[in-house]
Each structure stands twice: as C-alpha cells, then as structure tokens.
C-alpha cells in the first residue's frame, strides 16, 4: 500500500527565512498531491494542489515541486512570518474506481521564531 | 456559506457507553469522509461515501465502528461500545465528485473515553 513519509521532527526556523518541508512516497506516483494547513484544535485548510505533470506550483509565499522520478515534493514557505507557525500535511489520491480518496502524511510542525 | 459542521466538538465518556459523532456537509457537496487523527498513527480514512453510498469502510477499525449516511445533509458515526483506546479527534470531510478532490474539513469532535 501506499506509504507517505514526512519529517516527524518539528521544523524550528527564524522569521523572514524560507521553510522547506518534505513529502517523500512509495510505490506508484499520484494523479496530484495536495498540501494542507492545520493549526492546534482545528482541521486541516487547503493550500496547494500539483498534478503529475507540474514540476512546481506557486501561491503568493508557497511553492510546492513535485518530482515523480524522486517520489518526493517539497514545499516552501518565503519570507516566513510567526503566523506560519502550523503543522504541514502532504497527501495524496489514491484512485479506487469508485472515487478518488486522499491519503494524508502524519505532518511536519513548523515554527517560526522572532 | 457555512462550512462542515460537527457535534458535539468535545465528548467524554465511559468505556462501554455508545458513542454518536455527527456532521453536516458543505451543501451540494457529493463525497463524505469520515477519519481519525492521533498522535502515533497521524490522519486516518475511516469511511467515506458517494452520493450518500459507503464506498470504502476499509479503514473502519472494528465491528464497534459503524457510519451512516442517511441523505445528502447529514451522517452519523457512531460506536458501540467506545473503549479508551478509541480516543482521538474524528473529522469529517466533504467534498464535491467532479474535478480535483480537494477535501474541506470539519472542526473536529475530540473524544475522550475513560
């Protein structure tokens, strides 16, 4: 099955640097993977979505890459801020024929410090 | 325009008693999950619906896990009998059946079984 792997250590970085998180998978590669936003307390927000055949997606400050030869995308935060502060997931779909379903990472904590 | 709504967002109770968690989806929304998040296994896809159908209960733990989807507004998870082990926080998500399955979550019921 399926395996998503994200850094489980938490991502402490200075404001105004740029955070990188990892998602890394096995076995087949996506239609698209998603990255999410949650914060303590509440469920996880939608950021970003990259299809297969995108090696990179941009959004104001985050940019996500997708490379399917390393089974791996990255995701960047510039210029953090303090408010960055959050637990990342990364996932994916996993097509069933009945409809698609999303696998989710168990997440990376990024803090952003003063 | 109202998001996923979820009740009760916190519940404690006692090993044995029934449990019901309770959501309401994003109106026109078509597709339903239902997971589980904890600290050691991370987000989890219990049961998720299409047009009302279980499509996939494969993540549901036991016999004690039981979902339903009774029309297009509400679902119901619910279990009989809760044991400690089963604390967690259970989200649901709605989402629509056409394009990308970008997935919109509820807040969240935190269960605490003693």
């Known amino acids: 099955s399926q395996k998503i792997e994200q850094n489980s250590e938490a991502l402490n970085i200075q404001e105004g640097k740029t955070a990188t998180l990892t998602c890394n998978y096995t076995?087949?590669?996506?239609?698209?993977l998603q990255w999410y936003r949650q914060d303590p307390g509440r469920g996880p927000v939608f950021l970003l979505l990259?299809?297969?055949?995108?090696k990179e997606k941009r959004k104001e400050r985050l940019k996500v890459t997708f490379d399917t030869t390393l089974k791996q995308s990255l995701f960047h935060i510039t210029a953090s801020q303090p408010a960055d502060s959050a637990t990342y997931l990364c996932?994916?779909?996993?097509?069933?024929?009945?409809?698609?379903?999303?696998?989710f990472g168990t997440g990376t904590q990024l803090k952003v410090e003063l | 325009d109202a998001g996923v709504i979820q009740s009760p967002r916190h519940e404690v109770t006692e090993m044995g008693q029934e449990v019901t968690l309770r959501c309401k989806p994003i109106s026109g929304h078509n597709s339903l999950f239902w997971y589980r998040q904890t600290m050691m296994r991370g987000l989890e896809l219990l049961i998720y619906f299409n047009n009302n159908v279980p499509i996939d209960d494969s993540g549901m733990p036991e016999d004690r896990f039981s979902a339903k989807m009774p029309n297009a507004s509400f679902s119901t998870l619910k279990i009989q009998p809760s044991e400690p082990r089963d604390s967690a926080v259970y989200f649901c998500?709605?989402?629509?059946?056409?394009?990308?399955?970008?997935?919109?979550f509820g807040e969240g019921s935190w269960l605490t079984v003693v």
């Open positions: 076995n087949y590669s996506p239609a698209y």
């Open positions: 990259i299809r297969e055949n995108e």
């Open positions: 998500a709605s989402t629509t059946l056409t394009g990308v399955n970008t997935i919109y």
């Open positions: 996932a994916l779909d996993l097509f069933t024929g009945g409809g698609n379903k999303l696998t």
